[in-house]
């Protein structure tokens, strides 16, 4: 995914607010509001109704608000926006209603309602995920819509992004830096604090900082991994402007990836450089997303890549303020808009000397004696530069821009999904909704993030390349679910479709000897599903007691089998599944040798394996089974998903994605792993799913789009920026032409 800059976490805080008229025998006219108490990134909704309870016509009119940002807006509906950012700690904003038409007599003629409204986050606290050992010492810091005041950031420790509190390390005093609302260059107030680990760590947990603007509950943290391994790894370090040679794994993007409008600069966006490769003649070019380096097939070669991209520069470009390096020169791509394209990738051929001729990737290297990770090339001995195949369980590595070094392993192979495209950052206009077959998923807590696009996606145990990240999401369990490009398919995309500096070429990876990456996973003490729970119905708890008699025949201590009982599908959060608790030693020699002694369903409700320990509550022992789904499930899984793949992947269907995965329930059996729009799930499957007979399971979350980090940048082109989540930028002004013009001479954007 790549980044958008621009009002990230929309928080609407307070209690609704319902005040009577005023005037005589006003009463008859009252207004309501969802929320009295928002902040800058919220709206709230007001209603004006009768005595009766009958809705009003009403005109709506504000007054107040902040005497610089202004008062916000409200429209016909009566949906209240704030002003973007404020000068105060907080501003009152009043709302007054005025009956129009036939609601218009004397005595229902106008009401009042007052808002409260302070400043919001403007990014989330960067960075968003930190890797430190005992002692270690990491700054984080967050910037909220607030022009001087004196307000701030309060920052707090938590075992959970809930706020639970935590005592494990301390935080310094916050820092602030506010300009004056009159000053030439007027910014954001952005706050930092320093979080100390504590003086010694026995086992690999996280601890969270909290960031709160003003007096408002926690609307934005930072996942730390506490290590005992020592390592210290921050993703501010990918963000930042490298020294020469560039390395792989940090900010980079088109110098046009921005919006304009009206003449002026609105927003921009960036992402990763993802590897280096080099053709038949040995001419270099670094790899990233298409949505990166030709903003989703709109740029044309000879565009200039930039290092750090605009997110990371206050979208200043190259050519009109400083702050940035051009490092390469985009070269080519295959068109997303081609049906032949299977791929999301672009190639730009390298300015001599300005990136790392050997392929080194930050942090892909081993630990340092200060903790920190050293930058190395991918492996390629094993494939001489190919990229290896990426397999069901596979632990993987990627170094990207936004979440630096993450691991986490391969949840499913040979996925089909549908992507959405968009022309611009801001994300307003839709471009296409492209379908990837044979895709890669990777599931893990803090793996990607917005603006981690392009990122080389390497097998952890050699560091081969195994894929390159271009889209992903969060589920409803929290988990990041990220989506790449297979290595090799990769390069015969552009084999094919991109002529290299002397024509038609053959590309490889630019890399060094295999060799193990030093993990950094989040994964220690996530909500995963495992941990999920929905009650169960009566009629799933009936159908489970009725299947209970024939399962308990299966009990049989010479497969492992111990016991059996009722519990809930880890697959299908809230049916019901037959659980057989096992021996895994016996059970897991039993499947090595190819017996399946539990079948997939006992009366068609679905079955489950546990260790036996788990029904021992005192016991610290693990509750799953480590195996690997057998040959045969698998293929069988495979070959039912090629055959509904495109009937159920439709547009406006709430299925988006679909491939094959290991059953959570059983992780002897493989699984097709379904991933629906959580917005438009109904709780039914399609037909053609269910008669497969194979198992299912679910992965709710946000549909699946490339997403760049995205910037705003203040009037003026002060260099603030602001995160959001987002697509491609659009070519406003010839950023390559020699000039010195402000951003109020940039052309206006055409689209």
């Avoid at 100390?196 to 947990?205: D, E, F, I, L």
């Avoid at 950052?425 to 296409?432: G, I, L, N, Q, V």
């Avoid at 997403?707 to 070519?731: D, K, M, Q, Y």
Wanted: aromatic share 4%; net charge negative; charged share 15%.
């Amino acid at each position: 995914m790549s980044l958008l800059l621009g009002p990230a976490i929309v928080v609407v805080a307070g209690c609704g607010g319902h005040v009577s008229a005023f005037g005589p025998d006003s009463a008859n006219l009252s207004i309501h509001a969802d929320a009295t108490h928002l902040d800058t990134n919220g709206t709230t909704r007001l209603s004006a109704t009768l005595a009766s309870g009958d809705p009003a016509n009403v005109q709506w009119k504000l007054t107040g608000g902040d005497p610089n940002a202004g008062v916000g807006s409200i429209n016909a509906e009566g949906v209240y926006t704030p002003p973007a950012y404020l000068t105060r700690d907080s501003v009152s904003v009043q709302v007054e209603a005025t009956a129009t038409g036939a609601t218009s007599a004397a005595n229902t003629s106008a009401a009042s309602l007052a808002l409260t409204v302070t400043p919001g986050f403007l990014q989330p606290l960067s960075p968003g995920n930190l890797s430190v050992g005992a002692n270690g010492s990491v700054t984080v810091s967050g910037s909220i819509a607030e022009v001087g005041g004196n307000g701030g950031i309060h920052f707090s420790l938590a075992t959970d992004p809930t706020g639970t509190p935590s005592t494990e390390g301390s935080l310094s005093a916050p820092v602030c830096r506010r300009e004056a609302v009159d000053g030439t260059n007027p910014a954001y107030t952005v706050c930092s604090v320093t979080y100390t680990a504590p003086a010694s760590v026995a086992a690999s947990h996280a601890v969270y900082l909290l960031g709160s603007a003003g007096s408002g509950k926690p609307s934005s943290w930072t996942r730390i991994l506490l290590n005992a391994a020592g390592i210290n790894s921050d993703p501010a370090a990918h963000q930042a402007r490298q020294f020469l040679p560039v390395p792989m794994g940090s900010s980079a993007g088109s110098n046009a990836d921005y919006d304009s409008n009206g003449g002026k600069l609105t927003d921009c966006c960036g992402g990763t450089l993802g590897a280096l490769l080099q053709d038949a003649s040995g001419n270099q070019y670094v790899l990233s997303n298409n949505h990166v380096f030709a903003r989703s097939d709109q740029a044309i070669p000879g565009e200039t890549v930039i290092q750090p991209g605009l997110i990371d520069n206050g979208c200043t470009p190259y050519g009109i303020g400083p702050g940035t390096t051009p490092v390469a020169t985009l070269t080519g791509y295959p068109a997303l808009s081609s049906a032949q394209t299977n791929v999301d990738a672009a190639i730009a051929r390298v300015s001599p000397g300005l990136v790392d001729s050997k392929g080194n990737v930050l942090e892909l290297g081993t630990r340092q004696q200060d903790g920190t990770l050293a930058a190395a090339p991918p492996g390629i001995s094993s494939t001489n530069g190919q990229g290896e195949k990426a397999s069901l369980g596979m632990m993987v590595a990627k170094s990207g821009r936004t979440t630096g070094l993450t691991c986490a392993p391969v949840s499913a192979v040979n996925v089909d999904v549908l992507v959405d495209y968009f022309t611009d950052c801001a994300e307003t206009t839709r471009s296409m909704t492209k379908r990837f077959t044979d895709q890669i998923a990777v599931s893990g807590t803090g793996f990607s993030d917005a603006g981690d696009s392009g990122a080389l996606v390497v097998d952890s145990s050699n560091a081969e390349p195994v894929g390159l990240f271009f889209a992903g999401g969060t589920d409803v369990h929290g988990v990041e679910q990220a989506i790449a490009n297979p290595a090799s398919e990769v390069l015969s995309a552009l084999d094919h479709q991109v002529s290299g500096t002397n024509g038609p070429t053959s590309y490889s990876y630019i890399g060094g000897q295999d060799h193990s990456v030093t993990c950094v996973s989040y994964d220690t003490n996530r909500n995963s599903p495992e941990a999920g729970t929905i009650a169960l119905t009566a009629n799933e708890q009936e159908k489970a007691e009725t299947a209970m008699p024939l399962a308990q025949l299966l009990i049989n201590p010479s497969a492992g089998i111990e016991r059996v009982g009722i519990g809930q599908s880890k697959d299908h959060l809230g049916t019901a599944v037959i659980l057989f608790y096992v021996n895994p030693p016996v059970y897991q020699a039993a499947v090595a040798n190819g017996l399946s002694p539990i079948p997939a369903s006992v009366r068609s409700v679905t079955t489950g394996v546990l260790p036996v320990s788990a029904l021992n509550p005192d016991a610290n022992a693990s509750t799953s089974v480590t195996i690997q789904p057998r040959a045969g499930s698998f293929a069988s899984a495979l070959a039912e998903k090629e055959k509904i793949a495109a009937s159920i992947l439709k547009t406006g269907s709430a299925i988006f994605g679909i491939g094959v995965g290991q059953s959570l329930d059983n992780p002897a059996d493989a699984a097709l792993v379904v991933f629906i729009d959580r917005n438009q799930f109904d709780g039914t499957l399609p037909e053609a799913l269910e008669a497969t007979g194979q198992r299912v399971r679910l992965v709710l979350m946000d549909r699946l789009h490339v997403t760049r980090a995205h910037g705003t940048p203040l009037s003026g082109g002060s260099a603030c920026p602001v995160f959001h989540r987002t697509e491609s930028g659009i070519n406003g002004f010839d950023p390559w032409r020699e000039t010195s013009s402000p951003f109020s001479e940039v052309a206006p954007d055409e689209n």
